[in-house]
């Protein structure tokens, strides 16, 4: 199962900035948050990942919460081709692997025009 | 563009046959994955190989096998099939053995439709 929880689904106006949330309340100490984007149908895409620091890249900024048990994915100015559905993972330790990524449902973000 | 390349896009086959899928992954990349993604399961993980030797297996079925040959390229065999195998299959790959802290790439998937 996966350990994340995402709401279904989100609008965002083109040009604005898109704040995705994602819930993690049973993340472990070592255990990062990935976030990955799939457009229809297209093969998951990699944005971004982060353990309790903020972290920023040229698609997007991840803000983990103190606690951890919460992150945001922020897109800062969202244009029609991220429309997309948005998948936040835990990494999650299976028996001492951690290499299968978990998909949950995710959020599908729908950018207007 | 991730740089893991997947073979072919779309494949239509019939009840009972047996395909082939074909995966290269990003160039220095030694761990190749494969998942499936079909509309009532989503995204389910398969099994993963690295550097030629299976690594980690997760929800695939005992008429499914996979590979990964000395030149680090892997082929998902699919044999038996079924109406409900109907589904995007992805191919991901990674630098390592796949801990924490690795990113895994995905491949723009192949198509499988089972008539």
């Known amino acids: 199962d996966a350990k994340t929880t995402q709401p279904t689904s989100m609008d965002c106006a083109e040009g604005r900035a898109a704040n995705l949330p994602c819930n993690h309340s049973?993340?472990?100490?070592?255990?990062?948050v990935y976030w990955y984007r799939q457009i229809h149908s297209q093969g998951p895409q990699y944005i971004i990942h982060?353990?309790?620091n903020n972290e920023t890249n040229e698609m997007a900024s991840l803000i983990i919460t103190e606690d951890r048990k919460s992150s945001t994915l922020i897109l800062p100015h969202a244009t029609l081709r991220d429309t997309a559905v948005y998948y936040c993972?835990?990494?999650?330790?299976?028996?001492?692997?951690?290499?299968?990524?978990?998909f949950g449902t995710g959020t599908l973000l729908a950018v207007q025009p | 563009d991730s740089g893991v390349t997947q073979t072919p896009k779309h494949l239509i086959t019939a009840t009972g046959q047996r395909v082939t899928l074909r995966c290269s992954p990003r160039s220095g990349d030694l761990s190749v994955y494969w998942y499936q993604q079909s509309l009532d399961q989503g995204l389910q993980f398969l099994i993963q190989?690295?550097?030629?030797?299976?690594?980690a297996k997760g929800n695939i079925l005992e008429r499914f096998s996979a590979q990964q040959f000395p030149d680090l390229h892997s082929e998902l065999n699919l044999s038996s099939l079924e109406l409900g195998d109907s589904a995007l299959y992805f191919c991901?790959?990674?630098?390592?053995?796949?801990?924490?802290?690795?990113?895994?790439?995905f491949g723009p998937g192949t198509r499988l439709l089972v008539l």
């Open positions: 982060g353990l309790k």
């Open positions: 190989y690295y550097n030629g030797e299976e690594r």
């Open positions: 991901a790959s990674s630098e390592g053995t796949g801990g924490y802290q690795e990113t895994q790439y």
């Open positions: 993972i835990v990494r999650v330790n299976y028996g001492g692997a951690t290499n299968k990524l978990i």
């Open positions: 049973t993340i472990s100490g070592n255990e990062y």
